[in-house]
């Protein structure tokens, strides 16, 4: 069974920094491109970063490139996401992604985690 | 940079209703890469439709998509209680990057 566990959620004060983690198992991590995606309280979804198998090509919205820089461990089957320079705006449920390349979708999500940026 | 309107924001039906949402791309998208979710309240959003028209593993065939240049349909054939929620369409880009339309919520009327 697919399980993507994601952690390091939290309140942390606008300027601050957290460190997103997201544990995957029942599939070969390796072999997928990952993402996070966001969704603020009470809004829509929003794509934040991707980075395909290898770590060779990584991805990032507009909003926070520059901020957050995604990471991989495959040997730990661990997907990362380090966020600096927080924002209100960056207030959201975190979700971990798992990226089919065949169907270009996302076919598996974690459960989230609540980042709320506030002083 | 593609965006993606669905209408309408809310659709109000009763179960055994037909449902039809509308999901309209800035400028064309290939059918490959366009791709719907469903998400209930406190819950992670689930895949229903990707490739345009084909369903996920699991989902009903009450489900179905449509669709192809610029404009795409999620029908839902006849409303079941478990159907009401917000729905999403997705597109992957050029660039890589994941686009999703601003939700449409199919409330119990």
């Known amino acids: 069974e697919v399980q993507l566990v994601e952690s390091g959620g939290g309140l942390v004060k606008p300027g601050g920094s957290l460190r997103l983690s997201c544990a995957a198992s029942g599939f070969t991590f390796s072999s997928y491109s990952m993402n996070w995606v966001r969704q603020a309280p009470g809004k829509g979804l929003e794509w934040v970063s991707s980075?395909?198998?290898?770590?060779?090509?990584?991805y990032y919205a507009d909003s926070v490139k520059g901020r957050f820089t995604i990471s991989r461990d495959n040997a730990k089957n661990s997907l990362y996401l380090q966020m600096n320079s927080l924002r209100a705006e960056d207030t959201a449920v975190y979700y971990c992604?798992?990226?089919?390349?065949?169907?270009?979708?996302?076919?598996?999500w974690g459960q989230g985690t609540l980042v709320t940026v506030s002083s | 940079e593609i965006v993606l309107t669905q209408s309408p924001g809310t659709l109000s039906l009763s179960p055994g209703e037909r449902a039809t949402l509308s999901c309209r791309a800035s400028q064309s998208v290939s059918s490959s890469y366009l791709a719907w979710y469903q998400q209930k309240p406190g819950q992670a959003p689930r895949l229903l439709i990707y490739?345009?028209?084909s369903r996920a593993t699991g989902i009903p065939d009450r489900f179905s998509g449509s669709g192809s240049g610029t404009d795409f349909t999620l029908t839902i054939s006849r409303l079941e209680p478990e159907d009401f929620a917000v729905y999403y369409c997705q597109q992957y880009g050029s660039s890589r990057a994941l686009t999703f339309g601003g939700g449409t919520k199919v409330e119990i009327k």
């Open positions: 980075i395909t198998s290898s770590s060779t090509y990584i």
């Open positions: 490739g345009a028209s």
């Open positions: 992604a798992r990226f089919n390349l065949v169907i270009r979708g996302i076919d598996y």
